[in-house]
Antibody
């Protein structure tokens, strides 16, 4: 059974850093492309970042230069390193498995990041 | 990377059909047949309902259907049921390894 479990969220002050993890089971992260998608409280979904199987990565303009996506194949885990955090980064962060048709078939339960002083 | 435009809300009586539009540009919806739709109930993770414009994943009822014309995609729920009440989001590949989601539509069964 495919499962994605995010962790690492919490309360962080503006300007701080945080690393989110997404542990996968039931499939191999390195054989699939993976993304982070976030949802601010009461708002819609926003694509954040993608990590393709070949190692190519990309980011939304809103996080470019501040967030870094990575993966550990030995742990079958996806990460999102977030730095220079702003209040507008407050959101539930989901990891999702991407498929060749550019859609997401499995999502984690999400982890809440709150940026506030 | 502007969000795709969806109506904030849509409603219908149980058994009726509801159609949600999703408008983008020639750089996203109009340029690729990579439109997907997600259902999200309060406090839950999104669930894939339609992919590649009109394909339905296993387990999704056939009352859900998708289509596309030009820069606008649509999701139709035929025979609306109470459990279909949720938020719905469209998404499209936008080229150069970018993706974009819609603004979201709250569907209500009257």
């Amino acid at each position: 059974e495919v499962q994605l479990v995010e962790s690492g969220g919490g309360l962080i002050q503006p300007g701080g850093s945080l690393r989110l993890s997404c542990a996968a089971s039931g499939f191999t992260v390195s054989s699939n492309y993976m993304s982070w998608v976030r949802q601010a409280p009461g708002k819609g979904l926003e694509w954040v970042s993608v990590f393709y199987t070949g190692g190519t990565m990309n980011y939304a303009d809103s996080v470019k230069g501040r967030f870094t996506i990575s993966r550990d194949n030995s742990k079958n885990t996806l990460y999102l390193q977030m730095s220079s955090l702003r209040a507008e980064d407050t959101a539930v962060y989901y990891c999702a498995r991407g498929r060749p048709g550019h859609y997401y078939d499995y999502w984690g339960q999400g982890t809440l990041v709150t940026v506030s002083s | 990377q502007s969000a795709l435009t969806q109506p904030p809300s849509a409603s219908g009586s149980p058994g009726q059909s509801v159609t949600i539009s999703c408008t983008g540009t020639s750089s996203d919806i109009g340029g690729y047949n990579y439109v997907s739709w997600y259902q999200q109930h309060p406090g839950k993770a999104p669930k894939l309902m339609i992919y590649e414009v009109s394909k339905r994943p296993s387990g999704v009822p056939d009352r859900f259907s998708g289509s596309k014309s030009g820069n606008t995609a649509s999701l139709t729920v035929s025979g609306l049921q109470a459990e279909d009440e949720a938020d719905y989001y469209c998404s499209s590949y936008a080229g150069s390894n970018n993706y974009v989601f819609g603004t979201g539509t709250k569907v209500t069964a009257l």
